[in-house]
């Protein structure tokens, strides 16, 4: 599970001075479209933002620290490093079937000069090829709609007519022109694949969604497959995590990512460089989680995968670790199949106090909880919280990233132990991106926009700890009902989501957090729900078009919490809804009452959960998770425009260099490149690994 920036501008919102030139450079940029902000000028400071496009934002992070590491270390990262990049194919392939067609089409035209460059034209091609870069496909990363380029299609064939036919990645059997004819409709008809990932209840889940896991199967077939595996053992596997499902001469059957399988050929440099890691591991309980993940990916076995996972929470003293694998089930409607990502870090030591002071009193929390007695723990086991600083990300893990990570997925897997992160440099980079501008616009009065500038950055950073440590964790399931993936179906996500947020929000107000000395006092905890509410019931509809529902997980719970929390104490006056000089607020007058809501609805999220209560979950969701008020959007829409930040932001990736000598590595540098299609166009060209149709 991920935890993922609310907004921009939102949260983190403790800007350093330092950085404060550059944010205003960037807002300037805005206005400029695609320029890169030059950061030769500022040797000494790291330039966090680096360009603007659409609705999106390119950033930088660094690594602190990574110079001093080992020789050892800093070689065990490099080959992490490559590990990672080597499987980008794959999540591209996986989001869309067409993807790596039209990214290569992408890279032949941005590889060369072509006299066209200077056009206007062509600068809107520019920014096509860049969303596409952003998003791993043609699809929007967020909203999962496809996005067509704004250029004229004649001026795009056109283009392609000046590309050599030897880079351009012709089918079997065809011309060039007669690839154009088949590329140009991918790119340009919004009526082909429209959306990656439908969460339509009214339609066949399956069919209605373009992601590469399904091909000829409908929903049913797709569900009673993977049902007739399950032993209910208490110990099954995640079918299906690794595969897609097709149905050739009415047979249905699994084309297995794997050595030997679909995506062989990057895999096996998957496999290569994991092999060179688990020759300079660390320790031996690091490198037994290697060879197991190097098993996984040669057999294709999910109970390898299982095993792998056993292995790599047992891995908790390595300063390095590393996700690489099938891991999150968000892009599947069905929630089987596992989109490919990798996360290569280093643990922050001192960070990860705090979080190892909430988890070392997990007990106390699940204690104290608001859940009914019998969905309490008796025993809240494996949690191992800390904070680590990215070295690269790779996969459905960039260019857009979480700020927390809560792995492995496996229910039965995770009561035996799971690991808990939140990632301290990129949460660290949107502080420092971070803009006033937002807080200013949407929160009522001076003393509230006070509170939130000053102390909604740790909330941000406890709201995540907690959440992690011990909100996922919290609670369990009543025997004999299945998992909530079985039982609530495409709401467990959102209904996970918000019982884990409102673990942390319940006890973002209590004086337990500053007793333990990780909260200075309880007007971080205000901060916090002023910005929960006001982010769950305003700005987060910013990033919704006209017209349109909540579908993304993570955003139909804060929606869910904060309206359900607005309207059952409505009575009470606990959260008021202002309307002045034109702008809605909602204003929480009470927050103690608030506190007590939260709880509230915490116990029934459990207890949907703990009971598979689908019908409950449903109803809850639907009530007030999905359906926007469209006066409140217009309004919203209208007030985000005119602050002119971008809703959503990705990352361009540090680069590790070795220095050779003799064949063997001397020394690894970092360098943080500050060109967005550079690196994507070098990623493309050197880790180019798949056939461009799977
Ligand atoms: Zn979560």
């Known amino acids: 599970m991920k935890n993922y920036l609310k907004i921009a501008g939102v949260a983190m919102l403790l800007v350093s001075c330092n950085s404060s030139d550059n944010e205003l450079a960037a807002l300037e940029q805005t206005k400029k479209d695609t320029v890169s902000v030059d950061s030769s000028q500022h040797l000494d400071d790291f330039n966090y933002v680096v360009e603007r496009f659409e609705d999106l934002r390119i950033l930088r992070y660094n690594v602190p620290g990574f110079e001093q590491l080992s020789l050892r270390d800093k070689t065990l990262l490099y080959y992490l490093y490559q590990a990672a990049l080597c499987g980008r194919d794959i999540s591209y392939d996986q989001n869309y079937k067409y993807n790596l067609v039209i990214r290569k089409t992408m890279e032949a035209i941005f590889s060369n000069q072509t006299h066209d460059d200077a056009s206007d034209e062509f600068a809107k091609l520019t920014v096509y090829a860049k969303r596409m870069w952003f998003s791993n496909g043609i699809h929007h990363h967020y909203s999962h709609d496809k996005f067509i380029p704004a250029c004229d299609q004649e001026f795009f064939k056109h283009v392609l007519g000046h590309v050599d036919e030897k880079n351009l990645p012709l089918q079997p059997g065809q011309n060039k022109q007669q690839f154009v004819e088949f590329v140009t409709p991918l790119i340009f008809d919004s009526t082909i694949a429209p959306k990656r990932v439908s969460l339509d209840s009214k339609k066949d889940l399956v069919k209605s969604s373009s992601v590469n896991f399904y091909e000829g199967v409908s929903e049913k077939e797709a569900t009673d497959f993977y049902k007739a595996m399950n032993k209910s053992t208490g110990k099954e596997p995640m079918y299906g995590l690794n595969s897609k499902l097709v149905k050739e001469n009415g047979k249905l059957f699994e084309k297995v990512w794997k050595v030997g399988g679909m995506y062989s050929s990057a895999i096996e440099k998957i496999v290569y460089w994991l092999e060179q890691?688990?020759?300079?591991?660390?320790?031996?309980?690091?490198?037994?989680?290697?060879?197991?993940?190097?098993?996984?990916?040669?057999?294709?076995?999910?109970?390898?995968?299982?095993?792998?996972?056993?292995?790599?929470?047992?891995?908790?003293?390595?300063?390095?670790?590393?996700?690489?694998?099938?891991?999150?089930?968000?892009?599947?409607?069905?929630?089987?199949?596992?989109?490919?990502?990798?996360?290569?870090?280093?643990?922050?030591?001192?960070?990860?106090?705090?979080?190892?002071?909430?988890?070392?009193?997990?007990?106390?929390?699940?204690?104290?909880?608001?859940?009914?007695?019998?969905?309490?723990?008796?025993?809240?086991?494996?949690?191992?919280?800390?904070?680590?600083?990215?070295?690269?990300?790779?996969?459905?893990?960039?260019?857009?990233?979480?700020?927390?990570?809560?792995?492995?997925?496996?229910?039965?897997?995770?009561?035996?132990?799971?690991?808990?992160?939140?990632?301290?440099?990129?949460?660290?980079?949107?502080?420092?991106?971070?803009?006033?501008?937002?807080?200013?616009?949407?929160?009522?009065?001076?003393?509230?926009?006070?509170?939130?500038?000053?102390?909604?950055?740790?909330?941000?950073?406890?709201?995540?700890?907690?959440?992690?440590?011990?909100?996922?964790?919290?609670?369990?399931?009543?025997?004999?009902?299945?998992?909530?993936?079985?039982?609530?179906?495409?709401?467990?996500?959102?209904?996970?989501?918000?019982?884990?947020?409102?673990?942390?929000?319940?006890?973002?107000?209590?004086?337990?957090?500053?007793?333990?000395?990780?909260?200075?006092?309880?007007?971080?905890?205000?901060?916090?729900?002023?910005?929960?509410i006001t982010n769950g019931l305003i700005v987060q509809l910013a990033r919704i078009k006209p017209g349109k529902d909540i579908e993304e997980a993570h955003m139909r719970n804060?929606?869910?919490?904060?309206?359900?929390?607005?309207?059952?104490?409505?009575?009470?006056?606990?959260?008021?809804?202002?309307?002045?000089?034109?702008?809605?607020?909602?204003?929480?007058?009470?927050?103690?009452?608030?506190?007590?809501?939260?709880?509230?609805?915490?116990?029934?999220?459990?207890?949907?959960?703990?009971?598979?209560?689908?019908?409950?979950?449903?109803?809850?969701?639907?009530?007030?998770?999905?359906?926007?008020?469209?006066?409140?959007?217009?309004?919203?829409?209208?007030?985000?425009?005119?602050?002119?930040?971008?809703?959503?932001?990705?990352?361009?990736q540090p680069e590790l260099v070795p220095a050779m000598q003799d064949g063997k590595i001397t020394d690894v540098k970092i360098i943080y490149p500050t060109d967005f299609k550079r690196q994507m166009l070098d990623y493309g060209r050197n880790y180019a690994f798949l056939p461009s149709v799977n």
């Open 277 to 532: 890691a688990s020759t300079v591991a660390e320790n031996d309980k690091q490198k037994a989680a290697l060879v197991a993940l190097i098993k996984f990916y040669k057999t294709g076995d999910v109970v390898d995968f299982d095993n792998y996972n056993l292995a790599w929470v047992m891995d908790t003293a390595s300063l390095i670790d590393v996700v690489n694998g099938f891991i999150e089930v968000y892009h599947d409607p069905l929630g089987f199949k596992g989109s490919f990502e990798s996360v290569v870090s280093i643990k922050d030591l001192e960070a990860t106090k705090r979080i190892a002071t909430i988890g070392a009193n997990a007990q106390w929390f699940e204690d104290n909880s608001t859940i009914l007695p019998e969905h309490k723990k008796k025993k809240v086991t494996g949690i191992s919280g800390k904070v680590i600083n990215a070295v690269v990300e790779s996969g459905d893990a960039a260019p857009t990233t979480p700020i927390g990570i809560n792995l492995p997925n496996n229910e039965w897997v995770r009561e035996t132990s799971s690991k808990s992160v939140n990632l301290g440099n990129i949460v660290n980079a949107y502080g420092h991106a971070a803009s006033g501008t937002v807080v200013n616009e949407f929160y009522y009065n001076d003393q509230i926009k006070q509170n939130v500038s000053t102390n909604a950055g740790l909330a941000d950073k406890l709201h995540t700890d907690m959440h992690e440590v011990i909100g996922h964790a919290s609670g369990k399931i009543e025997e004999g009902v299945g998992t909530p993936h079985e039982t609530l179906k495409n709401y467990a996500s959102a209904l996970e989501e918000g019982r884990a947020d409102l673990v942390a929000l319940y006890y973002l107000m209590d004086k337990k957090l500053v007793e333990l000395g990780v909260m200075p006092s309880l007007d971080y905890g205000k901060a916090a729900y002023d910005e929960y």
């Open 558 to 652: 804060r929606k869910t919490v904060a309206e359900w929390v607005y309207e059952k104490g409505k009575k009470d006056n606990v959260i008021e809804r202002k309307f002045e000089n034109e702008k809605t607020y909602f204003v929480v007058n009470n927050y103690e009452k608030l506190r007590v809501l939260f709880g509230a609805l915490l116990r029934e999220i459990q207890r949907i959960e703990s009971k598979g209560d689908y019908k409950a979950g449903k109803a809850l969701i639907e009530t007030y998770g999905v359906k926007i008020d469209q006066k409140l959007h217009t309004e919203v829409l209208d007030r985000y425009k005119k602050l002119n930040v971008a809703p959503y932001n990705g990352f361009i």
